[in-house]
T-cell receptor
Framework: DAKTTQPTSMDCAEGRAANLPCNHS???????VYWYRQIHSQGPQYIIH???NNETNEMASLIITEDRKSSTLILPHATLRDTAVYYC???????????????FGKGTKLSVIP | GAGVSQSPRYKVAKRGQDVALRCDPI?????LFWYQQALGQGPEFLTY????????KSGLPSDRFFAERPEGSVSTLKIQRTQQEDSAVYLC????????????????FGEGSRLTVL
């Protein structure tokens, strides 16, 4: 799986949009971009994933550049409960047998400030 | 509850002791993963099951680590002769299955078992 690069930490004011960048310049055509987050003392939680189109769900939006070499996770109105480590992961997904494990990096520690 | 359940939540072991960590995945989930998370690091993959078959154990750090899922549901991660470097949070995750992951991409994680080896 391709590697990702994320800033170590970011701050965001409560109520403002949090924009978390991720570089994945070696991504392959069959690799998806996934975002997970991990709140302190909890297991990681799925946020969103996409292949090449922008995606939106109730938690966040995912913007993937046209060349797919980078993406941005957007939390539109950050709350204190969004303080967590955010992981950007690229991963092959197919229907054949094999492992579908996620390869986590160190992620971005997002601190939402009152 | 309906989520992934892990036990014990906390385990303190003396160096050299054997430990067993249990994972109850979400009912009906075909895929099950074990991860190890050291302090300040991201989770690292240990092993993967599809039903009762262990399809990938490439992440197990040594032959002291052993995982099983004999009936395709509950899984146990066993660590023999624990060492201080085994101190970590051990996370279990499950997902519906191979085909379903292309739709949701979602792995459901438990809260982990924190192992401290003295």
């Amino acid at each position: 799986d391709a590697k990702t690069t994320q800033p170590t930490s970011m701050d965001c004011a409560e109520g403002r949009a949090a924009n978390l960048p991720c570089n994945h310049s070696t991504i392959s055509g069959n690799e998806y971009v996934y975002w997970y987050r991990q709140i302190h003392s909890q297991g990681p939680q799925y946020i969103i994933h996409g292949l090449k189109n922008n995606e939106t769900n109730e938690m966040a939006s995912l913007i993937i550049t046209e060349d797919r070499k980078s993406s941005t996770l957007i939390l539109p109105h950050a709350t204190l409960r969004d303080t967590a480590v955010y992981y950007c992961i690229v991963r092959v997904v197919d229907s054949g047998a094999g492992s579908y494990q996620l390869t986590f990096g160190k992620g971005t520690k997002l601190s939402v400030i009152p | 509850g309906a989520g992934v359940s892990q036990s014990p939540r906390y385990k303190v072991a003396k160096r050299g002791q054997d430990v067993a960590l249990r994972c109850d995945p979400i009912s009906g989930h075909v895929s099950l993963f074990w991860y190890q998370q050291a302090l300040g690091q991201g989770p690292e993959f240990l092993t993967y099951f599809q039903n009762e078959a262990q399809l990938d154990k490439s992440g197990l750090p040594s032959d002291r680590f052993f995982a099983e899922r004999p009936e395709g549901s509950v899984s146990t991660l066993k660590i023999q002769r624990t060492q201080q470097e085994d101190s970590a949070v051990y996370l279990c995750a499950s997902s519906l299955g191979v085909a379903a992951e292309t739709r949701t991409g979602e792995l459901f994680f438990g809260e982990g078992s924190r192992l401290t080896v003295l």
